[in-house]
């Protein structure tokens, strides 16, 4: 069975600070998504990772992949009330259609 | 473009009641999922479709029921509630390629 990590499970911090939340495997994935859920609301995706070792860039968000393909991070920079929410990481299965996800990591950034 | 499209948003069941929670797509996607969540956990994957016609299950199927007869629409049927299936339900569809799932906004069910 196919399991994701997520860590920590929940982080408050102020307004300014910088954060990593971390998602781990011992499964290899084809790509890995990172997620921002707001109460009541769907899932959104902020980023897809493909390649090992591979970096994205959204604004104050940088995601990692792993050179592995089993891990991946997402570092935000100054944080700011409205990044506050729930951060999901989803990892899909070398078929490409069966996706996984993390129990998430709930962020509340106070100002 | 209304995207995913999912009905009812809130519904409260009585154990042994069953109910169909309605999925609409309008993308023309051919994958379709059926998520649920329940509290400050991830998504767990209930049932999935490649394609109309063909269904398959995921990591929680136990309890429900799923068809898919056009490509537009995939149903959750639950036949006999229980309270282990309080949860808030996402359907989800999927172009294939590089993976970008597009969620409806839910269905927060509760069974008494």
Redesign the interface.
């Known amino acids: 069975t196919q399991l994701?990590e997520?860590s920590p499970?929940f982080l408050s911090i102020q307004e300014g600070e910088n954060l990593t939340v971390y998602c781990n495997s011992s499964s290899v994935f084809s790509?890995l998504?990172w997620y921002r859920q707001e109460p009541?609301?769907?899932?959104?995706?902020l980023v897809?990772v493909?390649t090992g070792g591979e970096v994205k860039k959204l604004k104050r968000l940088t995601f990692q992949f792993g050179d592995a393909r089993k891990d991946s991070s997402l570092h935000i920079t100054a944080a700011q009330p409205g990044d506050t929410g729930l951060y999901?990481c989803?990892g899909?299965n070398t078929g490409?259609?069966?996706?996984?996800?993390?129990?998430?990591t709930?962020l509340f950034v106070k100002a | 473009n209304a995207g995913?499209t999912q009905t009812p948003k809130f519904r409260i069941l009585k154990i042994g009641q069953s109910m169909t929670l309605q999925c609409t797509q309008d993308m023309n996607h051919n994958?379709m999922?059926w998520?649920r969540q329940d509290p400050?956990?991830?998504?767990?994957?209930i049932y999935?479709s490649?394609g109309a016609g063909i269904t398959d299950k995921?990591?929680v199927p136990n309890g429900y029921n799923v068809s898919r007869s056009t490509t537009e629409d995939f149903p959750l049927r639950l036949e006999l509630a229980a309270p282990s299936q309080t949860s808030v339900y996402?359907c989800?569809s999927?172009t294939?390629?590089?993976?970008?799932?597009?969620?409806?906004?839910?269905t927060r069910l509760s069974v008494l």
Do not use: C, D, H
């Open positions: 994701l997520q499970q790509s998504q009541g609301e769907g899932p959104v995706l897809t493909v999901l989803a899909t490409g259609f069966k996706t996984i996800f993390g129990a998430g709930r | 995913v994958y999922y998520y400050g956990m991830g998504l767990k994957l999935y490649v995921g990591e996402f989800a999927y294939g390629g590089v993976n970008i799932q597009y969620f409806g906004a839910g």
